[in-house]
C-alpha cells in the first residue's frame, strides 16, 4: 500500500508565524492533496498537485500556499499563521485519474495561539 | 460547484444489526462516489466506491447504492461488529474541477 508520511505530527504556532507542513509519498502517485478536517465541515480541499511544479488551489486556499518540488513532497505553507487555522491537516496522495482512490497521511494537529 | 450533503451526524446500532449512512450530492455530472473511514486518533481510508455506471456494490458486509435521479448514495454495513465504529466519509467527485469533494462524516457507533 501506498505510504504517505507528514511532518510534524503535532505543531503549536504563534499568530503570525510562519508554518510549513511536510508531506512524502513513495508510491509515485502524480496527485497529491492538502485536506483540512474540521468538525462540521469533513474534509475540505486546500491545495492539490498534479506532479512536480504544479500547484492549484481548491475550495479553500485563502491564507495559504502549495509547493511541490518533486514528486514525492507537497508542501503546505502558512505565511502568517492565524487562530482560523487551527485544525488537523491530511495531506493525501493518489492516481492520475479523479476516480482512484486516495491514500491519506496521519494527519497534522495544528495549534494557533 | 459540487456539495455532498451527509445526513447522519451520528449513528448508533447494536452489534449485529444493519446500519445506513445516507448522502445527496448535487452535481448530476459527478460519476465518482467513494466511501472512506475513520477510526479514532487515525487517517482515513479507502472502503469502498461505486461508479454511476452502476447502481449497487457490494463488498463483503459493505453495500453501496446509488440513485442517479435522486442524486443520493447510501452506505449499509450488516452485521455490524465494535470494529466498524467509526466516522464514516461520502464523497463525489465534482465534474467542475474533477476533485473530490467530502461530506461531514458520520459517527458511527456500534453498541455491544
Known amino acids: 500500500e501506498a505510504a504517505v508520511t507528514q511532518s510534524p505530527r503535532n505543531k503549536v504556532a504563534v499568530t503570525g508565524g510562519k508554518v510549513t507542513l511536510s508531506c512524502n509519498q513513495t508510491?509515485?502517485?502524480?496527485?497529491m492533496y492538502w485536506y483540512r478536517q474540521d468538525t462540521g465541515h469533513g474534509l475540505r480541499l486546500i491545495h492539490y498537485?498534479?506532479?512536480?511544479?504544479?500547484?492549484e488551489k481548491g475550495d479553500i486556499p485563502d491564507g495559504y500556499k502549495a509547493s511541490r518540488p518533486s514528486q514525492e513532497n507537497f508542501s503546505l505553507i502558512l505565511e502568517l499563521a492565524t487562530p482560523s487555522q487551527t485544525s488537523v491537516y491530511f495531506c493525501?496522495?493518489?492516481?492520475?485519474?479523479?476516480?482512484?482512490?486516495?491514500?491519506f497521511g496521519h494527519g497534522t494537529k495544528l495549534s494557533v495561539l | 460547484g459540487e456539495k455532498v450533503e451527509q445526513h447522519e451526524s451520528t449513528l448508533s446500532v447494536r452489534e449485529g444489526d444493519s446500519a445506513v449512512i445516507n448522502c445527496t450530492y448535487t452535481?448530476?455530472?459527478?460519476?465518482?462516489f467513494p466511501w472512506y473511514k475513520q477510526e479514532a486518533g487515525k487517517s482515513l481510508h479507502f472502503v469502498i466506491d461505486?461508479?454511476?455506471?452502476?447502481d449497487r456494490k457490494q463488498s463483503q458486509r459493505l453495500t453501496v447504492l446509488l440513485d442517479k435521479k435522486a442524486k443520493r448514495f447510501s452506505l449499509h454495513i450488516t452485521a455490524t461488529q465494535p470494529e466498524d465504529s467509526a466516522i464514516y466519509f461520502c464523497?463525489?467527485?465534482?465534474?467542475?474541477?474533477?476533485?473530490?469533494?467530502f461530506g461531514s462524516g458520520t459517527q458511527l457507533t456500534v453498541m455491544p
Open positions: 493525501a496522495s493518489g492516481g492520475q485519474f479523479s476516480n482512484e482512490r486516495l491514500f
Open positions: 508510491n509515485n502517485h502524480n496527485n
Open positions: 498537485s498534479y506532479g512536480a511544479g504544479s500547484t
Open positions: 452535481d448530476t455530472a459527478s460519476s465518482y
Open positions: 461505486i461508479r454511476s455506471n452502476v
Open positions: 464523497a463525489a467527485v465534482s465534474s467542475g474541477s474533477w476533485q473530490l469533494i
